[in-house]
């Protein structure tokens, strides 16, 4: 019973984390599948495993591919697709989700700037407060952006104890 429970355990982990998220929980099984097989699997074979659609499983399958989880494979002299989940949760996210971080903390820089620029010319008490704003959130932008930058740039592991151990030294334990 180890080996079936350990999936049964994780299988509910994944579609618990994919509701967390927004999904359905259709999403989580689907990598659940692919995360415990050493093959890819095809469309059909995978609508099999979890007992959803084939049109409910090709959506899902969409999207896990367009944010990284799950990659589309050929096999030679076969037409159909197949699909294998990322296993190395650590890569996928660095490569996936602290570039998406990044993307979104430029895009937001950007967007704080040009409605900095619109606010040049304008001296009233209003846009002196939208201006601090703004300006507040520029640096808090900064910051994020550099902390996102440490993270792509170096092992999650050691950049995550370096911070404790510096936040401990800088606040004292007893606060943590």
Not at 92 to 98: I, L, P, Q, S
């Amino acid at each position: 019973m180890g080996v079936e429970e350990a999936k049964r355990i994780m299988m509910e982990h994944f579609a618990n984390t994919a509701r967390r998220f927004g999904l359905n929980e259709l999403y989580g099984y689907i990598y659940g599948v692919l995360f415990f097989e050493d093959e890819p699997m095809s469309l059909g074979e995978i609508a099999d495993k979890t007992s959803y659609s084939l049109s409910h499983v090709s959506t899902a399958l969409k999207l896990l591919e367009n944010i990284g989880l799950v990659k589309r494979v050929k096999k030679p002299g076969d037409k159909r697709a197949y699909f294998t989940a990322i296993k190395n949760i650590r890569e996928w996210r660095k490569e996936a989700y602290y570039k998406k971080i990044v993307e979104d903390v430029q895009q937001t820089r950007e967007n704080l700037l040009r409605a900095l620029e619109e606010l040049e010319s304008d001296e009233s008490e209003e846009a002196k407060r939208i201006r601090e704003r703004i300006e507040f959130a520029l640096e808090r932008n900064r910051i994020a952006e550099k902390v996102v930058k440490i993270f792509l740039m170096n092992e999650e592991e050691a950049v995550l104890k370096l911070m404790l151990e510096c936040l401990e030294e800088k606040l004292g334990r007893a606060k943590l």
